[in-house]
């Protein structure tokens, strides 16, 4: 797999590796993280999120871990496909206020 | 159906007209988003309603943005006397928060603005 550094704006992987992409946040007070992927021309989709009581949850694919100590979060996806080819975007919120994202990440999957 | 609802999808205006953009909520969900997003950028945050709280309006540019929400139903976002750098696509997402705690955004498809 490939491991790219705290923020890469453009990310490149063969069709069958497996992808991490990172995400720094700001605000020590979040509590809430999600992801979210958006192909070109559509609106974000949901990916997954995670609470600030884990750090690590599973979906089909995907696995977000949290590391509250550094503000860094990333979205890992097992043997990547032509599909998942998009922009990923990171957000995070504090209970009752607005969720905002941060910087995307574009990842490209050759065959 | 039963998502976000987004119109117009498309609007290309003159420099200096005023613009209306709406967001139909998905029923039920208490919380609705604006975003802006320019090409090739990343969302970002406009204004946050929250069910009958005072609207979250810290992301708005300037006073010729403004927005509305009638209860937990529709949206309108208002761009008066636009300019070129006003040009985006304007996302709106809804979500069903119970108390404090937040959940998935749904979005929509997106108003494209294109001011000329």
């Known amino acids: 797999g490939e491991s790219v550094g705290l923020h890469l704006p453009t990310l490149s992987v063969q069709e069958g590796d497996n992808s991490i992409i990172n995400c720094a946040y700001s605000?020590?007070?979040?509590?809430?993280f999600i992801w979210y992927k958006q192909e070109s021309g559509k609106g974000p989709q949901f990916i997954i999120d995670i609470r600030s009581n884990m750090d690590k949850r599973q979906g089909q694919r995907v696995t977000v871990l949290l590391n509250k100590t550094v503000k860094h979060l990333s979205l890992q996806i097992a043997a990547t496909q032509p599909g998942d080819s998009a922009v990923y975007f990171c957000a995070e919120n504090q209970a009752g206020t607005a969720l905002i994202f941060g910087k995307g990440t574009t990842l490209s999957v050759s065959s | 159906g039963a998502g976000v609802s987004q119109s117009p999808s498309n609007k290309v205006t003159e420099k200096g007209k005023d613009v209306e953009l709406r967001c139909d909520p998905i029923s039920g969900h208490t919380a609705l988003y604006w975003y802006r997003q320019r090409l090739g950028q990343g969302l970002e945050f406009l204004i946050y309603f929250q069910g009958n709280s005072a609207p979250d309006k810290s992301g708005l540019p300037s006073d010729r943005f403004s927005a509305e929400r009638t209860g937990e139903s529709v949206s309108t976002l208002t761009i008066q006397r636009t300019q070129q750098e006003d040009s985006a696509v304007y996302l709106c997402a809804s979500s069903l928060v119970a108390g404090k705690v937040t959940g998935e955004l749904f979005f929509g498809e997106g108003s494209r603005l294109t001011v000329l």
């Open positions: 605000n020590s007070a979040s509590d809430y």
